[in-house]
């Protein structure tokens, strides 16, 4: 099992798609659902959490999750020292602090998410000015300390975002290239669907965008090299064999999260939702969790074996009108039709050795929600 456990509610950035819409005037998307007793720091203690994974027969995962988790370095270092080997460790960040991880850290964490937008100029409007440099500064710094695990580069893509160029700057960039890269839609989040020109963005500029990228993407294979780009990779396998997906980043049932107060989540951004609550880290057993489902609308999708619902927080508190869903999954949609034109060719490149099927693989529900 997977679990994101959130450390701490301070940020030391105030990127426009999540803390900077809190001084706009919106209305919140889930106000009445919310538990404001929540503590904004993690309170159980280590030994609490290492008794709860204890009770997990499989090798559990746990993914340090925040705000920005660096800022409890202390915290990290209280789980990990003393806990049991098989328990891997990932990491959730916006990359600031990354120069100053403790040694004792690095060495037990096996993968990294690191929150960059694109280029220079796109990663630095959506989270701050000179964000952009301070991050690959750091992560030179930790290939220089040795880090030998995974990186995965975290966008967040919305209308000032051109896909292609921002996944092709991250990939194929001369100073850290990523390996790794997943995108996320900022979309049917908050209540800002009326203030937004998602509509156009995803008509004119994001699907023909992944459109290119999917062709960039098979071009590549022709090459011999298959990029990590996550949301087309799992997907295309299961295109190529026929294989289906329930909710693909695992949330409710594969992947959960672990509040402030020890309770027991469905997802981080399901934080303090009482209703939702799947157990606590005190007396749950890992194996007996509560499962959360999606909508009736999801689970009749004519695509829905394919997209697994994308994302659980919007199908069950609903934050963007009728029309505005209807978008989002007319992405998906586009996804799913474009990976499909591009299987034939993929099919033929995998029989003729140019690539292998094993290098669509990824591992399930580490972080990635695979849908944008």
């Given at each position: 099992?997977?679990?994101?456990?959130?450390?701490?509610?301070?940020?030391?950035?105030?990127?426009?798609?999540?803390?900077?819409?809190?001084?706009?005037?919106?209305?919140?998307?889930?106000?009445?659902?919310?538990?404001?007793?929540?503590?904004?720091?993690?309170?159980?203690?280590?030994?609490?959490?290492?008794?709860?994974?204890?009770?997990?027969?499989?090798?559990?995962?746990?993914?340090?999750?925040?705000?920005?988790?660096?800022?409890?370095?202390?915290?990290?270092?209280?789980?990990?020292?003393?806990?049991?080997?098989?328990?891997?460790?990932?990491?959730?960040?916006?990359?600031?602090?990354?120069?100053?991880?403790?040694?004792?850290?690095?060495?037990?964490?096996?993968?990294?998410?690191?929150?960059?937008?694109?280029?220079?100029?796109?990663?630095?409007?959506?989270?701050?000015?000179?964000?952009?440099?301070?991050?690959?500064?750091?992560?030179?710094?930790?290939?220089?300390?040795?880090?030998?695990?995974?990186?995965?580069?975290?966008?967040?893509?919305?209308?000032?975002?051109?896909?292609?160029?921002?996944?092709?700057?991250?990939?194929?960039?001369?100073?850290?290239?990523?390996?790794?890269?997943?995108?996320?839609?900022?979309?049917?989040?908050?209540?800002?669907?009326?203030?937004?020109?998602?509509?156009?963005?995803v008509r004119k500029r994001y699907n023909p965008g992944i459109t290119e990228l999917v062709g960039t993407w098979v071009s590549r294979m022709r090459d011999g090299e298959v990029k990590r780009w996550y949301p087309f990779?799992?997907?295309?396998r299961d295109l190529l064999n026929g294989g289906t997906s329930a909710l693909r980043c695992g949330a409710g049932y594969a992947n959960y999260s672990i509040m402030p107060d020890g309770s027991i989540g469905p997802c981080?951004?399901?934080?303090?939702?009482?209703?939702?609550?799947?157990?606590?880290?005190?007396?749950?057993?890992?194996?007996?969790?509560?499962?959360?489902?999606?909508?009736?609308?999801?689970?009749?999708?004519?695509?829905?074996?394919?997209?697994?619902?994308?994302?659980?927080?919007?199908?069950?508190?609903?934050?963007?009108?009728?029309?505005?869903?209807?978008?989002?999954?007319?992405?998906?949609?586009?996804?799913?039709?474009?990976?499909?034109?591009?299987?034939?060719?993929?099919?033929?490149?995998?029989?003729?050795?140019?690539?292998?099927?094993?290098?669509?693989?990824?591992?399930?529900?580490?972080?990635?929600?695979?849908?944008?």
């Open positions: 099992m997977h679990y994101h456990v959130i450390l701490t509610d301070e940020c030391n950035l105030s990127c426009r798609y999540c803390r900077g819409k809190t001084f706009e005037d919106l209305e919140p998307s889930t106000i009445d659902e919310i538990d404001l007793s929540m503590p904004s720091e993690f309170v159980p203690e280590p030994e609490d959490l290492h008794a709860f994974l204890a009770r997990d027969p499989e090798d559990p995962v746990v993914i340090f999750y925040g705000g920005e988790p660096l800022l409890r370095q202390d915290l990290i270092r209280s789980i990990i020292e003393g806990s049991d080997p098989r328990v891997r460790y990932y990491l959730y960040t916006n990359g600031l602090l990354l120069n100053s991880l403790d040694p004792r850290i690095i060495e037990r964490l096996t993968l990294i998410h690191v929150s960059i937008d694109g280029g220079e100029a796109l990663t630095d409007f959506y989270r701050g000015p000179g964000t952009y440099k301070r991050i690959i500064a750091n992560m030179k710094a930790v290939d220089k300390m040795g880090f030998r695990g995974g990186i995965i580069a975290r966008m967040t893509v919305g209308e000032e975002t051109d896909i292609q160029d921002a996944v092709l700057h991250l990939a194929e960039n001369q100073v850290f290239p990523f390996h790794s890269i997943h995108w996320q839609l900022d979309a049917n989040f908050s209540r800002d669907y009326e203030t937004r020109k998602f509509r156009d963005w990779m799992e997907t295309t981080p951004v399901m934080i303090g939702m009482k209703e939702y609550t799947c157990g606590h880290i005190s007396y749950s057993d890992p194996r007996a969790l509560r499962k959360i489902e999606g909508t009736d609308k999801c689970r009749t999708c004519d695509i829905t074996k394919f997209c697994g619902g994308r994302c659980l927080y919007s199908q069950l508190l609903e934050p963007w009108p009728a029309e505005g869903d209807d978008l989002v999954c007319e992405s998906v949609l586009h996804l799913y039709r474009t990976l499909k034109g591009v299987v034939p060719e993929v099919r033929s490149l995998i029989r003729s050795g140019k690539i292998q099927e094993s290098e669509l693989v990824t591992e399930r529900f580490n972080g990635c929600e695979i849908i944008p």
